[in-house]
């Protein structure tokens, strides 16, 4: 089997030395840059082009920092754009490339009044974690005044992507936790969502049969196996959402995330159960053109569990594991004090693919699992 390591390293730099890129942009976080190998893999592959950067400092991407990033794509007119970095730097650099020419951001962001004419240029994503699958999405994320924004058009799908687990595995725990849980609730997701399709259901199949594997084994040992197995999985839970889109724990976890500060992975994780169990106590309510109960037996086949209930403690033993915490209270998280707030900030259209139909009244008793 070939090395992705060197597979991917060996396609970038052919790419990069047999294009006439004349100036590169490269978008990153301004410490993984360093710490993930990628400063030392650019340097190594971007000899004799002029190359400029822009870094990361927020900790989610806001309408602010992509505003500035705007204006240095502008400032340095670039043939080639290499964002390289988490989901949030893949994101900037997607929706940044087809905004260089709009103006009143905020408000056609805010309004959904915006067009999207064309990329400004070549993009390339190489992610620096395993969890998001930015590289394979036609979608970008954007925090405006803590509410969060999706954009949604395939002019944002990369042009190019570079899967490199060396990159990867220098991760600190907490990133490699919250990523790789993403990825796992991504798939499932995927396999609920009202929009899947036959090559989502594919998708969505091989990313858990490895992520349920190695996830856990990753967290303790980043050798490259797992490490590779885990970008893998991200990549084609990405696929898989690409078509099928996010449904019910996705649409609650922006809050969790705008308000608490909680990391999204780890905010996605406080209510996949609730939600998963919701579904399947639900199964002859559900309004979707699949067996929801058929979606469920993949499930238990994939995690080697019998029922719903092993599921479910499979599931809170993954995120034991990857020290995610569910306790609202030891994450000072109070849900009937902020409710309001909270339920501003959910996606009514991820939402609303769920396979059961979910009322706004009846969130808080899931939530809570009351």
Do not use: W
Not at 204 to 231: G, H, I, R
């Amino acid at each position: 089997m070939k090395n992705l390591n060197d597979t991917s390293r060996n396609e970038f730099k052919f790419y990069l030395e047999n294009k006439n890129f004349k100036k590169i942009l490269i978008i990153s976080g301004k410490n993984s840059f360093r710490s993930s190998g990628a400063e030392k893999l650019i340097q190594e592959h971007s000899k004799q082009k002029k190359i400029s950067f822009f870094f990361k400092t927020n900790k989610y991407p806001d309408l602010f920092e992509l505003e500035k990033l705007i204006s240095c794509i502008k400032n340095t007119l670039p043939d080639l754009i290499v964002a390289i970095g988490g989901g949030s730097v893949i994101d900037y650099a997607k929706i940044a490339n087809v905004f260089v020419d709009s103006d009143n951001l905020q408000e056609k962001i805010e309004n959904s009044d915006y067009k999207i004419r064309d990329k400004f240029t070549k993009l390339i994503a190489i992610p620096t974690t395993a969890g998001s699958g930015a590289e394979v999405t036609s979608n970008g994320v954007i925090y405006i005044n803590k509410k969060k924004y999706s954009i949604e058009n395939e002019k944002l799908l990369p042009d190019k992507f570079y899967l490199i687990p060396d990159l990867v595995k220098n991760a600190n725990f907490t990133v490699k936790s919250s990523a790789g849980f993403d990825a796992i609730a991504q798939a499932i997701e995927s396999l609920m969502s009202k929009k899947s399709n036959h090559e989502s259901v594919i998708f969505a199949e091989k990313s858990l049969s490895l992520s349920f594997k190695y996830f856990v084994d990753f967290l303790k040992n980043s050798n490259y196996e797992n490490t590779s197995a885990m970008c893998l999985s991200s990549n084609l839970a990405g696929q898989a959402i690409n078509i099928s889109k996010t449904t019910a724990p996705h649409a609650v976890s922006y809050p969790f995330t705008s308000i608490y500060g909680i990391n999204h992975g780890h905010a996605v994780s406080l209510t996949l159960n609730q939600f998963l169990r919701f579904n399947y106590n639900h199964l002859n309510e559900a309004k979707c053109n699949f067996s929801l109960s058929g979606r469920f037996e993949n499930l238990f086949r994939l995690s080697n569990t019998k029922d719903f209930v092993s599921f479910d403690k499979f599931l809170k033993n993954i995120k034991r594991e990857a020290n995610l915490e569910g306790d609202f209270k030891k994450l000072k998280i109070d849900i009937e004090k902020d409710f309001s707030n909270f339920e501003s900030g959910i996606n009514a259209l991820r939402l609303a693919n769920n396979p059961v139909d979910i009322q706004i009244k009846d969130l808080k008793k899931i939530i809570l699992n009351l």
